[in-house]
């Protein structure tokens, strides 16, 4: 197999100049979606575009497609992308790493001479943060269908301006249709977790995105005085929850490694400090690789959570919230990443996506695979944020290897 390689310095030179748009007191970034640095980032971008010989066209939420042509036009692009948007103390590389990594292929494919028979696009996907507007990936959702275009552009940001108005001030809109045909989408992107750099590796080939099950729980006992009640006429739903957290976190373990458990929000009914907790309601997040092992951590959960109450006299409900399903990556795209990164020589190993990228809603619209480099510390969402050069030249490279396969076919 031929071997390409991207020009790691010129891709890290524009990392760097696009931080300079919107860049914040601590090395990080903020470019809410659809702002004035927002829309400078994009503009930015977009010169870039040109000077490579690449169209621009967007669609009606603002997501924006730079577009080589291909010498059959009329053939499905195959497209990369990402987010040029940030959180409001963000860091230089979540999002922006994806794109530009595309422009990097498309300047490394005319200066090496390779013709392309498919299109190819490079993406933008409009307010993928969900910092300002939610919901989070919102414009690959309008694009894929889940999310109707109606619903977003009435979304409105803390200070009431809608995403209508906001997409009026930057004139990023256009008449692209949704839906149109993807020959294949690849996203690389920082892992924003530990896994990788923890393994001293450059590299991620991704698999798929894990199931998400989100419950909330309501737990009744009985409000008493904190002095006159003896323990043992209690019924406390404190520690009810208590007991019920850590046969929570026992669970892990019987899921261990790829079982996760988490609390993430606890309230007590007009809690005070001389007052038994009558009631107490708290959400569960549960996420695995696998559809049947979330559905069993559920089944589990449910029955712990019930012996509990049952032995303490608490009363229980239990909600399920949303039930997102593990979203397998296409096996081709996930192949064609692997043979790029083996012919290239660089460490790897296989990972499943923890977060949410517009490459999950993708991949329910065309053959689709995301790409991981490590990010330091596994910080992301941060200012600090920050990626070893090296890693994301490795990461480009497998980009280039991988695109310039599936162009072939
Ligand atoms: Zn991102």
Redesign the pocket.
């Known amino acids: 197999m031929n071997v390409f390689n991207c020009n790691g310095e010129r891709l890290w030179s524009s990392l760097m100049d696009m931080a300079q748009v919107g860049a914040t007191e601590k090395g990080g970034n903020c470019r809410l979606a659809l702002s004035s640095e927002d829309k400078a980032g994009r503009e930015l971008f977009m010169s870039w575009c040109k000077e490579a010989g690449m169209s621009l066209a967007f669609d009606a939420i603002g997501n924006l497609f730079a577009r080589l042509p291909g010498a059959d036009d009329s053939l499905p692009p195959v497209v990369m992308g990402?987010?040029l948007d940030t959180q409001p103390k963000g860091g230089r590389f979540?999002?922006i790493y994806g794109v530009l990594s595309g422009l990097e292929v498309v300047r490394c494919l005319a200066e090496q001479g390779l013709k392309n028979k498919r299109p190819i696009e490079i993406a933008v996907w409009t307010n993928?943060?969900g910092a300002r507007f939610t919901p989070a990936m919102f414009g690959s959702a309008v694009f894929t269908g889940t999310l109707p275009l109606q619903t977003a552009l009435d979304a409105r940001d803390a200070d009431g301006i809608s995403v209508a108005q906001a997409l009026d001030s930057t004139a990023h809109v256009g008449e692209l249709p949704f839906n149109r045909p993807f020959d294949a989408y690849f996203e690389a992107?920082i892992e924003q977790g530990p896994i990788l750099e923890d393994n001293g590796l450059p590299v991620g080939v991704v698999t798929g995105g894990q199931a998400i099950c989100w419950l909330d729980i309501n737990v009744t006992g009985m409000s008493a005085h904190a002095g006159t009640t003896p323990m043992d006429l209690r019924r406390d739903a404190f520690f009810g929850v208590a007991d019920m957290a850590a046969r929570l976190e026992s669970l892990a373990d019987d899921f261990a490694p790829k079982g996760l458990v988490t609390i993430g929000q606890v309230n007590i009914a007009k809690s005070s400090r001389n007052t038994i907790a009558g009631q107490v309601s708290f959400t569960v997040d549960l996420r695995h690789h696998d559809d049947a092992q979330i559905a069993l951590m559920e089944q589990q959960v449910r029955a712990r959570f019930k012996h509990v109450a049952q032995t303490r006299g608490l009363t229980l409900t239990i909600n399920r919230h949303w039930l997102s399903p593990a979203t397998p990556f296409d096996a081709d795209c996930v192949g064609a990443v692997r043979r790029a990164v083996e012919a290239l020589g660089y460490p790897h190993q296989d990972i499943v996506s923890g977060a949410g990228?517009d490459a999950i809603l993708l991949a329910r619209h065309c053959p689709t695979t995301l790409i991981f480099i490590p990010c330091i510390g596994g910080l992301s969402h941060n200012e600090a944020e920050d990626v070893i050069p090296e890693d994301a030249r490795k990461g480009c490279d497998v980009l280039l290897n991988a695109v310039i396969e599936r162009l072939q076919r």
């Open positions: 990402s987010h979540d999002g993928e943060e992107h990228h």
